[in-house]
């Protein structure tokens, strides 16, 4: 039995649900989003709860059954609260810039590096070297940070580059003199 996709979904008061086949829309205080779900799983939308079941005990039915539950969850919890990843530039002078839709990084390279802001994507700066990607829709929030830090990753000898706030970087020793 999974553990995850027995579990109900609580729907706050402000959060509309609209169920049409196997394509779900959830609307809330940040915005709305749609995603169509595996036809395998049976949702039941009630006045506060949704629960998802499925037909069999297959082993791709109960896959499907924790994963078709947590993203309906992501939607729900994207549109009342929203999504954060927090990213940390280390390096002398390394600087992050935004102006509009653009983020501009300074990272040791030639050239600045430019990165266009997908929708529904917005970068928060703070001092510089402290960004912060927001968003309602999980996996969009992760791809675009993802993709900020693949500009330059960590080094593990002396720490500079893109890292995540809440990731350790293994460091390693340099080279050993005589």
């Known amino acids: 039995m999974s553990r995850i996709g027995k579990l109900p979904i609580a729907i706050p008061?402000?959060?509309?649900?609209?169920?049409d086949g196997n394509n779900m829309t959830v609307q809330g205080?940040?915005?709305?989003?749609?995603?169509?779900?595996?036809?395998?799983?049976?949702?039941?939308?009630?006045?506060?709860?949704i629960n998802v079941s499925r037909p069999t005990d297959s082993k791709q039915?109960?896959?499907?059954?924790?994963?078709?539950?947590?993203?309906?969850?992501n939607m729900v919890v994207g549109v009342t609260e929203g999504f954060k990843k927090d990213l940390e530039i280390s390096g002398v002078g390394?600087?992050?810039?935004?102006?509009?839709?653009?983020?501009?990084?300074?990272?040791?390279?030639?050239h600045p590096v430019v990165y266009e802001l997908p929708e529904g994507?917005?970068?928060?700066?703070?001092?510089?070297?402290?960004?912060?990607?927001?968003?309602?829709?999980?996996q969009l929030v992760g791809s675009a940070a993802a993709k900020i830090r693949s500009y330059?990753?960590?080094e593990p000898y002396k720490g500079k580059g893109i890292q995540y706030a809440d990731e350790r970087i293994m460091r390693k020793a340099?080279?050993?003199g005589k």
């Open 152 to 154: 330059r990753k960590p």
């Open 13 to 19: 008061s402000d959060v509309k649900i609209s169920l």
């Open 174 to 176: 340099g080279k050993a």
């Open 94 to 110: 390394y600087r992050a810039e935004i102006s509009g839709n653009v983020l501009t990084l300074s990272l040791g390279y030639s």
């Open 61 to 73: 039915d109960t896959a499907l059954h924790g994963l078709t539950r947590a993203l309906i969850n």
């Open 121 to 138: 994507i917005s970068v928060e700066i703070e001092k510089q070297t402290k960004l912060s990607v927001k968003g309602i829709d999980k």
């Open 29 to 49: 205080p940040k915005g709305s989003l749609s995603r169509q779900l595996h036809e395998r799983m049976t949702i039941a939308v009630e006045a506060d709860l």
